[in-house]
């Protein structure tokens, strides 16, 4: 089992930048594709960008690509979302994922683990 802890979400300017981490606990050894999804108000779980254990590739949905940069250090077995440009459309609480097959795919079916998710909202 691996337990996610997301931090660095919070409140922002349209505009403005958040940088979000996800510290995995537990069974960090397996090689996990890491990913984030966000929810808004009303809506479903959507997917914004994931990257695989292997060789770091790196996926986007297309409403944050350019904005959003998804990193991980296995070192400290941190997964981070630098979000730029920020708007208020981005409002959501954000979710990160593992996924044990390592792919870092955008299904959120594949993910096993799940954090308790952070609340990022956007002013306009």
């Not at 959507?46 to 991980?72: L, M, P, Q």
Request: charged share 20%; glycine share 12%.
């Amino acid at each position: 089992q691996v337990q996610l802890v997301e931090s660095g979400g919070g409140l922002v300017q349209n505009g403005g930048s958040l940088r979000l981490s996800c510290a995995a606990s537990g069974r960090t050894n397996s090689r996990y594709g890491m990913g984030w999804f966000r929810q808004a108000p009303g809506k479903e779980r959507e997917f914004v960008a994931a990257i695989s254990w292997r060789d770091h590739n790196t996926r986007y949905a297309d409403s944050v690509k350019g904005r959003f940069s998804i990193s991980r250090d296995d070192a400290k077995n941190t997964v981070y979302l630098q979000m730029n440009s920020l708007n208020p459309e981005d409002t959501a609480v954000y979710y990160c994922a593992a996924d044990s097959y390592g792919s870092g795919y955008p299904r959120s079916s594949d993910y096993e683990h799940w954090g308790q998710g952070t609340q990022v909202t956007v002013s306009s």
